[in-house]
Structure formats: C-alpha cells, structure tokens
C-alpha cells in the first residue's frame, strides 16, 4: 500500500503567502516527519509529530494530524522565496525498525 | 551540529561493475538506513540496520545489494553488479534512539551520493 500522498503535487505563491500541504497515509503509524528537499539537494529534516499529537509548531511552521483520517499538513505561514523546495512527508510505522515512507512530495515555488 | 556526511557525491561507473557508497552517521546514533531516490520519483526505503544486522530490507534490496558497517564509524552499500536502473541518488540516515524516548525518533539524513551508471 502506498503511504504519505501529498497534495497538492505543485503549488506556487508570492512571497509573503501561508502554504499548505496536505499528506495521507493509509496505515498505522508511530510517527510522521516532515522533510524539505532543495533540488538535486539532501533531504532536511523540518519537524517530527508523534501519532499521539495533534498539532506543533516550530518557527514558521505548524503541523497538524488527524489520525482518525489518516491525514497531516504541513503550513508555512509568511513564506520566504527561500522556501522554494519540495516538501515530503514520510511516516514511521509502529515497527521498531523505523524504516519511513516517503510519499511523492509537494513543489513549492514561492515568488518574490 | 553533528551531521551525517557521506562519499562520494557523485559516482559514474560502467553497467556490471561493483560501487561502494559510504556514509558516516551521527556518532551516537544506533539505527542506520539506506534509502534512494530515482530522478523525479519519492524516496524509497531500501534498508535498515541495527546492532550489526540488517533489521529490515525492501524488495529493492536483492542480492547485489549489501551493508556493512566495518568499523564504529563508517556504513557502507555495496552494489555488486551495477545496472542501469540502480542510477538514483542514495542517502543515508541515522536516528539515536527506538520510539517514545522522548524525541529521538528523527531520522537524519546525508546529502546523498548520486550514482550515474552507464
């Protein structure tokens, strides 16, 4: 099964914008990250949210998920045209091997 | 801050030839992973690796594929016999700690080693 869609897949605003990214998942999970990707660059890592949380926040960024859905997002409010990435979302099953599941990722653009 | 760093960052090799990737993970890190990306396409999980043993592999991860880690260091992927499809980028990431120990679950990944084969 497929795990960590994103939606939508590109998604372009003015500086200055909130962006919003959405993530499903279709299994049980211990955890979710969200990771940032410059292009052809390494995978950084933004924010992690247990299966037992709701909400966090940390700097620009706020997540949210709803484990009833099986759904997250990822909002970056007041972007900066260095925002301009690709953002994945990736879970963690309750296995302890803590192997991830990356899903195909959003493009952002932000235009100055 | 500490960082995973991996070498080469990029590899050319011919079809059917051997390639070692290798990965230095944070020193105190316990669990250690491979993953790829082909151009244009998601991450994948390829491997993972805990207490000097693979504790978990994907299909991708067949017979030409191997790790080891030789040393208290370094993590190597060894693809025995390269194909054209193996041309991805590869990275590595080390978490500290299992789930529920109170935030050591992030995976921190290497810059990558993108590997070109002809």
């Known amino acids: 099964s497929q795990q960590g869609e994103e939606d939508p897949q590109a998604l372009s605003i003015q500086e200055g914008e909130n962006a919003t990214m959405n993530c499903s998942y279709k299994?049980?999970?211990?955890?979710l990250q969200w990771y940032r990707q410059n292009s052809g660059r390494g995978l950084v890592h933004l924010i992690l949210?247990?299966?037992?949380?709701r909400e966090k926040h940390s700097g620009r960024l706020r997540v949210t998920l709803d484990t009833s859905k099986k759904s997250s997002s990822l909002l970056i409010t007041a972007s900066r045209a260095a925002d301009t990435a690709s953002y994945f979302c990736?879970?963690?099953?309750?296995?302890?091997?803590?192997?991830?599941?990356f899903g195909q990722g959003t493009t952002l653009q932000v235009k100055p | 801050e500490p960082e995973v760093t991996q070498t080469p960052s990029h590899q050319v090799t011919q079809m059917g030839q051997e390639v070692i990737l290798r990965c230095v993970p944070i020193?105190?890190?316990?669990?250690f992973y491979w993953y790829r990306q082909i151009l244009g396409q998601k991450v994948e999980f390829l491997v993972s690796?805990?207490?000097?043993?693979?504790?978990?592999k994907s299909e991708i991860f067949d017979d030409q594929f191997s790790v080891e880690r030789p040393d208290g260091s370094n993590f190597t992927l060894k693809i025995r016999s390269t194909k054209l499809e193996d041309s991805a980028m590869y990275f590595c990431?080390?978490?500290?700690?299992?789930?529920?120990?109170?935030?050591?679950?992030?995976?921190?990944f290497g810059p990558g080693t993108r590997l070109l084969v002809l």
């Open positions: 990431a080390s978490r500290m700690s299992p789930f529920d120990s109170g935030g050591q679950e992030t995976q921190y």
């Open positions: 299994t049980s999970i211990n955890n």
């Open positions: 949210i247990r299966s037992n949380e």
């Open positions: 990736a879970t963690a099953s309750s296995s302890n091997t803590g192997k991830l599941i």
């Open positions: 020193s105190n890190h316990l669990y």
């Open positions: 690796f805990y207490n000097n043993e693979i504790s978990e």
